[in-house]
């Protein structure tokens, strides 16, 4: 039996009245409509069909699982012999949100464990400038947690909680866990006793080319308002090394915006991730004390050409955010000006006008709201990893880009939020701001329980 949608039913479900087009869009013309499951693995509204093979072109390298060399399948062929996951669709899993183990002999899948050690020799600290950070001498900057058959992995990731008690000025108690990360299983003997630790799980994929494209001039625009307002904000940008150009540039994505650009971005994580040399990275991820890498043979010099890395750029350039629901409900509305109203809105800032770049037409001049400034801020000590990276000191993180929030639960099943995943729901992600976030948590603790759900119901109707 067929069923028909009334023409008032189908205005009331896609009719955006003109004063919240802006804000139901949050990608501009690039804004998906499409709900459940799969809203964060569509192409960009307005990219030409011309240009969708591209996008599926990406897509099926960044989906794919990569095998060892040699392998018929030539295109995907040199994974490992160390990884943490055999396909960037593991870790971010639908384009969407990792999550930290959930049970402590659980692998930890979609969650990487930074390593480095202090810089405290002149080289040391030359090279930190240069690098970033000074890898673990044995185990290098990350650790790998998978091998291929007849290796060892690196270590194993074991994830445990204790639990920290907040309470709200009402009375109410939220119990928030803090975790403990452990190392066990090491393959290659003993980490340097001052190895410094950073878990973090993989961020969502969608609008990173619109986030790509906010001129450099806005962003540092936002640190010098935010010392202006003079309200104990006060973010600053990264500086990181962009290995295309050997120069220094804009940091932008990665959980403390250790990266400049998308391109870098998946390299990286090709060669961190996977085990895949490219003509950015071409090294094997083994370190001098490890000579699993020379034992096996590679995928060709580089394993991932220039064309592939192309392709998931484009790809992880044009994954669309999805469209605001619920945008003119009441209690959304007054979540949004509490939103405000606490600070929230001082670092993640609502309003962004991407700039024109030749080839990128879909991404051009779109009016965004993304709700991140872009910098770095101190979070205070409960949120602490104390693992400097460039500029970022042990309590700074980049500001979270919130929108697509509220579709965490649909896509992948959990709503686990913060850079290791230990917040279970968004309330305890704001529980756990501390440092320049301190004055605005304050405030939240100080809200009614109707108020609290206000809030609420506006980050989840982003």
């Known amino acids: 039996m067929k069923s028909y949608l009334s023409a008032s039913l189908l205005t009331a479900l896609f009719f955006v009245s003109p004063l919240h087009a802006h804000e139901t869009y949050s990608g501009g013309k690039t804004t998906v409509k499409k709900e459940g499951a799969n809203a964060f693995s569509l192409p960009a509204a307005n990219l030409p069909m011309s240009k969708r093979l591209d996008f599926s072109v990406g897509n099926s390298f960044f989906r794919n699982p990569w095998v060892p060399a040699p392998s018929s399948t030539d295109a995907r062929d040199g994974l490992g012999p160390l990884f943490n996951t055999n396909g960037c669709q593991n870790c971010h899993i639908k384009d969407g949100r990792g999550h930290a183990p959930e049970k ?12 480095s050690i202090p810089a405290e020799t002149p080289e040391q600290r030359q090279a930190f400038i240069r690098d970033g950070g000074i890898p673990e001498p044995t185990y290098g900057g990350q650790l790998q947690d998978f091998a291929l058959q007849g290796v060892k992995p690196e270590g194993k990731v074991n994830i445990s909680y204790t639990d ?69 904000v006060s973010g600053k940008a990264n500086y990181v090394l962009d290995v295309q150009t050997n120069e220094m540039a804009l940091g932008r994505f990665g959980w403390k915006a250790g990266q400049p650009n998308l391109m870098q971005q998946n390299a990286a994580a090709f060669n961190g991730d996977l085990g895949l040399t490219s003509r950015l990275f071409p090294n ?123 579709y965490t639960k649909e896509v992948n099943g959990h709503t686990f939020l913060l850079h290791d995943g230990r917040a279970r729901n968004v309330m305890e992600a704001v529980l756990w701001h501390g440092g320049e976030a301190e004055m605005a948590k304050q405030k939240v603790l100080s809200l009614n329980a109707t108020e609290r759900e206000a809030l609420l119901a506006f980050l989840n109707s982003l």
């Open 164 to 232: 920290v008690p907040v309470e709200f000025k009402d009375g109410t108690v939220v119990t928030l866990r803090k975790p403990i990360l452990k190392i066990t299983e090491l393959a290659f003997g003993e980490m340097h006793p001052k190895t410094e630790f950073s878990a973090r799980v993989a961020p969502p994929m969608i609008g990173l080319g619109l986030l790509e494209r906010i001129p450099k001039e806005t962003i540092l625009g936002f640190a010098e308002q935010q010392l202006a307002d003079k309200q104990g």
């Open 284 to 406: 094997e991820n083994c370190t001098s004390a490890q000579s699993t890498c020379d034992d096996f043979p590679n995928g060709g010099e580089p394993e991932v050409s220039d064309n592939i890395l192309d392709f998931v750029e484009f790809y992880s350039q044009h994954l669309a955010v999805p469209i605001r629901r619920n945008v003119d409900v009441p209690a959304v509305v007054q979540g949004k000006k509490l939103f405000k109203d606490v600070g929230c809105q001082s670092c993640h800032q609502a309003e962004f006008r991407t700039e024109d770049r030749e080839g990128l037409p879909a991404l051009s001049n779109q009016l965004i709201s993304p709700y991140t400034d872009m910098l770095l801020h101190d979070m205070g000590e409960g949120l602490a990893d104390n693992r400097p990276e460039y500029l970022a000191n042990g309590q700074e993180w980049r500001t979270t880009p919130l929108w697509g929030l509220g």
């Open 104 to 115: 402590g002999d659980e692998n930890a899948v979609s969650m990487l464990v930074r390593l």
